[in-house]
């Protein structure tokens, strides 16, 4: 009888601690769901407010008052501008750098917007890149790279002075690279770096020539400050400027009577003489019965 008792007893406080489970599990679910809705009445109310601040202008008045209050303290912490430092102009005179910057003497260095200045900067004809970084405790250097000057483009009958990538830099100023080659033909500004990147070998070869043609948009034509014309092939150009390197060193072919030297022919060079030249090797040879070497 005992045993039958204890079994009752112990049985009933499994169907109370059921309920009161059941009773928690609810009291959660409801609890869950009133901060959830309490969640999405603050989001909303939160986006409410930012646009009515956003719309009268508080936030922006709030944002413009940080920053000045952030930019006083530099000033008063002596973190200012005291110095722009300019390197790597010969084109460009600094001082059209640094109006071109929009930096100020006294202005916050920590400030100072970068990226701005560099977009500025590279808006000036000759400047090619532009790095600028602050340099502490006072200064803001801005160094330069500016397009080199390789030539002078005739088109519609106006120059340009042509960078060594084929850029179109300045129609002014001219005077000051006279000793540049002048080329011409519709596309050379686009060629030209090819034909640049092809006579590096011997850049002081090259720098006898006095003008130089793009020829139907498919080779060059090279004419000598001596009027003597060099006939650059389509392809393989590289291999023709060596050969007339090799011809220049060994003969010194270029100091002769000669009109052309004719590389459009692969693997065949063909040199064609002044009349007068041609005239003196035909009466050498009727006198002589020999011909003479060039």
């Known amino acids: 009888m005992r045993a039958v008792r204890d079994d009752v007893k112990y049985n009933k406080p ?3 601690r059921g309920e009161q489970e059941a009773k928690n599990l609810k009291r959660r679910r409801l609890l869950n769901s009133v901060l959830r809705g309490l969640s999405i009445t603050a989001v909303c109310l939160v986006v409410i407010l930012s646009l ?6 508080q936030i922006t008045t709030w944002i413009n008052s940080a920053e000045n209050k952030v930019e006083d303290s530099l000033v008063d912490a002596g973190i200012t501008v005291d110095q722009i430092i300019i390197e790597g102009a010969f084109q460009t005179p600094k001082e059209v750098i640094y109006e071109a910057s929009g930096v100020t003497i006294g202005e916050p260095l920590l ?10 900067v590279e808006q000036l004809t000759w400047i090619k890149v532009a790095t600028i970084s602050r340099r502490l405790p006072d200064g803001v250097l801005i160094s330069v790279e500016e397009h080199r000057p390789a030539a002078l483009w005739q088109l ?10 084929g850029v179109r830099i300045t129609d002014l100023g001219l005077e000051a690279f006279a000793d540049l080659p002048m080329i011409s033909g519709i596309g050379a500004d686009q060629a030209l770096e ?9 850049i002081d070869l090259f720098n006898r020539v006095e003008t130089a043609s793009w020829i139907g948009g498919r080779r060059w034509d090279l004419i000598l400050k001596n009027g003597i014309k060099i006939m650059l092939p389509e392809e393989d150009m590289n291999e023709a400027w060596q050969n007339l390197i090799e011809f220049e060193r060994d003969e010194k072919l270029l100091a002769r009577n000669i009109l052309a030297v004719d590389f459009r022919i692969k693997d065949k060079t ?12 035909r009466l050498i040879a009727k006198t002589s019965g020999k011909g003479e070497e060039i």
């Open 14 to 16: 499994s169907g109370r």
């Open 52 to 57: 009515y601040l956003w719309r009268s202008g």
């Open 111 to 120: 400030a100072t917007n970068i990226n701005a200045i560099k977009d500025q």
């Open 194 to 202: 090819r034909l640049l990147n092809a006579v590096s070998q011997n």
């Open 270 to 281: 063909v040199v064609r003489l002044t009349p007068e030249e041609a005239a003196r090797r």
């Open 156 to 165: 519609d009958n106006k120059l340009w002075v042509l960078s060594d990538e």
